[in-house]
């Protein structure tokens, strides 16, 4: 059966976005300095080969673990999860060829017709429920993965639903001091994860937790 996961960056203090990083923000990262906080917690990513072969970047990058273990999240799955915000910030960043290359599906109370993108990416709009968004990716992912790939408040919603199967979290070495907290708004019982691998590298750490 697919598992469900989440892969996410996060600061040292347990943010995944730093304040003031919003779509009403998106063209003044220097508002409260937002952008340098961003780059600083992803600049691992930006540095991979594959990353840059996902995105068209042209040859060169980093290879090794971290490499690999982005080359393996992205293959594994098989569809995608995230919230109308993040979808409001990729819509106007990513490529023409959006860099997911499966079924997205975007929880939002708007209506809108698919959006089908070059390469392979389709983006629904669902309008009735996280588990409703959960049940069409699985029918859409098959014997692949699933990622919930935020933001925050999308992730806790998974979480206090139980679902969650690992957490693959690339925590970097950056202070926000406030922001989008990662764990915020979880309810009893809260669910319990064990440290399946540990990768270390000079921008972050990247750990893979797996449900108890």
């Known amino acids: ?9 996060l600061s040292l ?8 990083m919003a779509i009403e923000n998106w063209d003044r990262p220097d508002y409260k300095d937002w952008g340098a906080k961003w780059g600083a917690m992803m600049s691992w990513v930006l540095k991979l080969q594959y990353f840059r072969e996902n995105l068209k970047f042209g ?3 980093e290879t090794g673990q971290v490499n690999d273990m982005f080359r393996y999240t992205m293959e594994r799955s098989g569809a995608s999860i995230m919230g109308k915000r993040m ?7 990513w490529p023409e060829e959006a860099p997911f290359h499966t079924p997205l599906y975007v929880l939002t109370h708007e209506k809108r017709e698919p959006w089908v993108r070059p390469g ?7 309008n009735d429920g996280p588990e409703s968004a959960l049940e069409q990716a699985r029918e859409s992912a098959g014997d692949r993965d699933i990622r919930i790939s935020g933001g925050a408040n999308v992730i806790q919603q998974y979480l206090n639903l139980g679902v969650i199967d690992e957490l693959e979290i690339a925590q970097a070495p950056v202070m926000f001091g406030r922001g989008q907290r990662l764990f915020d708004n979880l309810r009893e019982p809260v669910p ?3 440290i399946d691998k540990v990768v270390d590298s000079p921008t972050a750490t990247h750990l893979r ?3 108890e």
């Open 1 to 9: 059966m697919s598992k469900v996961f989440v892969n996410i960056g």
């Open 120 to 126: 392979g990416t389709t983006f629904y709009f669902v």
């Open 59 to 61: 040859p060169g990058g």
């Open 209 to 211: 937790y797996v449900r």
């Open 192 to 194: 319990q994860f064990r």
């Open 13 to 20: 203090d347990g943010y995944m976005a730093p304040e003031g």
């Open 87 to 93: 979808f409001e910030q990729g819509e106007i960043s």
